[in-house]
């Protein structure tokens, strides 16, 4: 699993952006932006509160830059390790190691000190900001949007004098520029700034972070109603399907009518013999037909006749090809509703073939077995597997791993269900899946 | 004897006169359940055989209204839906019996003949004008010939039997024996003997009490 993360280019792509932030200072800080020249004139007499604010600003400005690497990158990194790993906890514990541990690299390698206090401040906040909003699922620009401009509102708390015995703004440019500020008299109007722009911002990026997760949220109502009526449609067309495939029987009923009478009108014994065959044709289309309408209709069938039909009901453009492992005779018979169950099977092995997509020497087996009178069918493959945590929902009708809503195993499900059998979910991560359909004793015949 | 066809498929038409025809009687056709009727109330049939899914007037409606026009006529419903509940309201609507589609020739002639004798065996024995009205139904849905015609077969054989049983030994559809069983059950003239077979479900077998 640590392994698979390795792999992805995104989690790299995070840790590049905290370590791009990490040494942006030694091409990006005061030297670059002016903010030494100022500081050398105001060290030298010049103590305008022109050039006060000035600095201030390009100080704010830099910080703020330096740090929208750090905090994006660890909360981006959080939340993707917490995601894929599947533990929510990872998204809060990983940006709160990973952010101090930038300023003590930072503090270690550069000769400037940056203080830590008011950040720990700031990192809960923005921290428990975006959690709060996470079941919304805010996408990571908008995170990075609404993060920057927290830093830039709660960076100004450090420049705010008379909050230094709080902790803030330890940092060695900013006490210098604090004193110059109580030298010229500039105290409170820094202050007042300070506060202003730190309201401002902050407060900005709630509603930002509120109205970003109130869209979503509407956005994800419409895409559900969108699915929902989607459903609604298909449900439609299946009952339209139905009734085309009632109409089926009528001109069935028209040829064993007459197919039927010929065998009473003749006597010839091969006449007879075609009739005889002809009828149990038109009888085995009238079964499926009675299958496909009914749910409960289930008739007596041989497994190596259920294993062709789903065999021959998977139409598929993949050139991998099911193989069928018969642990027990195929010449059993089972009761059950061929077409539905051959539609779960298929369903199965259609989300087995999802599985191993991808992968080099993807497998996919239909077992069948025979367990205390019980007989086992199950599809297994050796994709990634299913985190027990996702096989509580797997069987929810709309859940999909996929960016379809997930009907198959719901299906299923109904399926098994109406034929009396349990199912049973067989999966190691890694290693991959088998879905098992048992049917009872009683749909089995010896 | 003559027999009415009431069916909006020509295929079927065709192939349900061809068989009477074989079987030696005589057909009237009819297209759907309001020219079924009107040839009825002209001509009368000794058996009429009624589709369930027709325009302008389904199979139920039109047995109704056949059963007002006449209360001991058999009337055979030709459908493919194989719910009881659809079976149900049929019989309530007067229906005699089902022939379930596909249907083969032998049997539907053998159906035919056996509903056409009893009901000449209710009109041979002539009773009570009172009594004959009682005689077609003993409940909705019930008429007494088809319910002393199954409670024959049980009382005279003593032994219990699925419906699926019955229903072949008696000559009448699944779901008209259900529904008179089920109406047995309730009088109390049978009891529910469940069978526990060594494949598949435990079954309900039914049997006369005495």
Redesign the interface.
């Known amino acids: 699993m640590i392994a698979s993360l390795m792999k992805s280019w995104t989690i790299w792509i995070k840790i590049g952006v905290i370590l791009f932030g990490v040494f942006l200072l030694s091409w990006l800080g005061p030297d670059e932006i002016g903010l030494t020249d100022l500081l050398i004139s105001l060290r030298e007499g010049e103590e305008t509160g022109n050039k006060l604010m000035l600095a201030v600003f390009l100080l704010i400005s830099l910080n703020t830059v330096l740090a929208l690497f750090h905090y994006i990158g660890a909360l981006l990194l959080g939340d993707e390790i917490g995601a894929r790993l599947n533990r929510p906890w990872l998204k809060i514990i990983i940006p709160l190691i990973v952010i101090p541990l930038d300023y003590i690299v930072i503090n270690a390698y550069y000769s400037l000190t940056y203080s830590f206090s008011a950040y720990a401040l700031l990192l809960l906040f923005a921290i428990l900001l975006l959690q709060a909003f996470e079941k919304d699922r805010l996408k990571p620009i908008i995170k990075s949007i609404i993060c920057s401009q927290l830093i830039f509102g709660i960076e100004w708390l450090n420049e705010i004098p008379s909050l230094s015995q709080y902790g803030f703004g330890q940092g060695s440019l900013s006490m210098e520029l604090k004193d110059i500020a109580v030298q010229v008299g500039f105290e409170q109007s820094l202050t007042l700034y300070s506060l202003t722009l730190c309201l401002i911002f902050v407060i900005n990026a709630v509603i930002l972070a509120v109205y970003f997760s109130l869209a979503e949220q509407k956005w994800r109502i419409k895409q559900e109603l969108h699915y929902a009526q989607l459903e609604a449609m298909q449900s439609r067309s299946g009952r339209e399907a139905l009734y085309l495939v009632h109409d089926l029987k009528t001109p069935l009923t028209a040829i064993e009518g007459l197919n039927s009478l010929i065998s009473l009108k003749v006597d010839d014994s091969k006449i007879k013999e075609y009739c005889q065959k002809i009828s149990s044709s038109i009888h085995s289309v009238s079964d499926m037909i009675s299958e496909i309408l009914y749910d409960d209709k289930k008739h007596w069938c041989r497994i190596k006749d259920l294993v062709g039909y789903v065999k021959a009901s998977r139409l598929s453009g993949t050139n991998l090809n099911l193989k069928v492992d018969f642990q027990t005779d195929p010449e059993i018979k089972i009761l059950i509703n061929k077409i539905r169950m051959t539609r779960a099977l298929v369903n199965l092995i259609d989300n087995a073939y999802d599985a191993v997509n991808g992968i080099e020497d993807g497998k996919i087996l239909l077992k069948i077995k025979t367990y205390e009178n019980e007989l086992w069918l199950g599809v297994s493959d050796n994709g990634i597997g299913i985190t027990p945590k996702e096989q509580e929902k797997i069987w929810k009708a709309g859940f999909s791993t996929k960016s379809h809503p997930g009907m198959g195993l719901a299906f299923v499900r109904q399926v098994a269900k109406g034929h009396g059998a349990s199912l049973e979910i067989d999966s190691k991560l890694g290693h991959g899946t088998t879905i098992w359909i048992k049917l009872a004793e009683r749909s089995v015949s010896r | 004897m003559n027999i009415l066809v009431i069916d909006d498929?020509a295929?079927?038409q065709?192939?349900?006169s061809?068989?009477c025809e074989?079987a030696g009687w005589n057909v009237d056709t009819a297209n759907n359940g309001k020219e079924g009727l009107n040839v009825f109330a002209e001509k009368g049939a000794d058996v009429v055989l009624v589709d369930y899914h027709m325009p302008e007037m389904d199979g139920i409606k039109t047995v109704g209204e056949l059963r007002t026009l006449n209360a001991d006529v058999p009337i055979l419903v030709?459908t493919?839906d194989?719910?009881q509940e659809i079976a149900d309201r049929f019989l309530e609507a007067g229906a005699t019996d089902f022939a379930l589609?596909?249907?083969?020739?032998?049997d539907?002639i053998s159906r035919i003949q056996l509903h056409a004798r009893l009901a000449k065996l209710t009109q041979s024995a002539p009773q009570q004008k009172f009594s004959e009205e009682k005689d077609v139904f003993v409940t909705k849905g019930i008429s007494k010939r088809t319910l002393c015609h199954i409670s024959d077969f049980l009382h005279s054989n003593r032994e219990p039997f699925s419906v699926d049983t019955i229903s072949k030994e008696v000559g009448l559809a699944y779901p008209t024996v259900y529904r008179y069983i089920m109406h047995l059950l309730d009088e109390g003239k049978v009891e529910i003997i469940v069978s526990y077979?060594?494949?598949?479900?435990p079954k309900n077998l039914y049997q006369w009490i005495d």
């Open positions: 498929d295929s079927i065709y192939m349900l061809e068989i074989f030709l493919v194989e719910r589609k596909p249907v083969k020739a032998p539907l077979q060594k494949i598949g479900r």
